[in-house]
Nanobody
């Protein structure tokens, strides 16, 4: 059974920073293309960022490009989302996800491309 556990959420300040972590267990982490998604109240879940199995490729939503950075540490079976220059509109529950397969470029933004999901961590940005 694959488990993904997010951590690092909480209250951030407008213009501040937070770093989210997602620990993966139950399968070879290196076989996962990893993604971060978020869902704000009353809105659909949306793509945030993705990183390939080797870390060579990344892909970001336009809304976070230049502010957020996704990275992975295979020794720790963990993927990170460094969030800088936070805005109130970044407030959402953030989910990490694993795709067991190849990098699909821009299709990594599609929810259906991922096999496993975490439970989510709340991020609230105050103005």
């Amino acid at each position: 059974q694959v488990q993904l556990v997010e951590s690092g959420g909480g209250l951030g300040q407008d213009g501040g920073s937070l770093r989210l972590s997602c620990a993966v267990s139950g399968r070879t982490f290196s076989s996962c293309v990893m993604g971060w998604f978020r869902q704000a109240p009353g809105k659909e879940r949306e793509f945030v960022a993705a990183i390939s199995r080797t870390g060579s490729f990344t892909y970001y939503a336009d809304s976070v490009k230049g502010r957020f950075t996704i990275s992975r540490d295979d020794a720790k079976n963990t993927v990170y989302l460094q969030m800088n220059s936070l805005k109130p509109e970044d407030t959402a529950v953030y989910y990490c996800a694993c795709r067991s397969g190849f990098w699909l470029g821009t299709r990594q933004k599609e929810n259906g491309m991922y096999n496993y999901w975490g439970q989510g961590t709340q991020v609230t940005v105050s103005s």
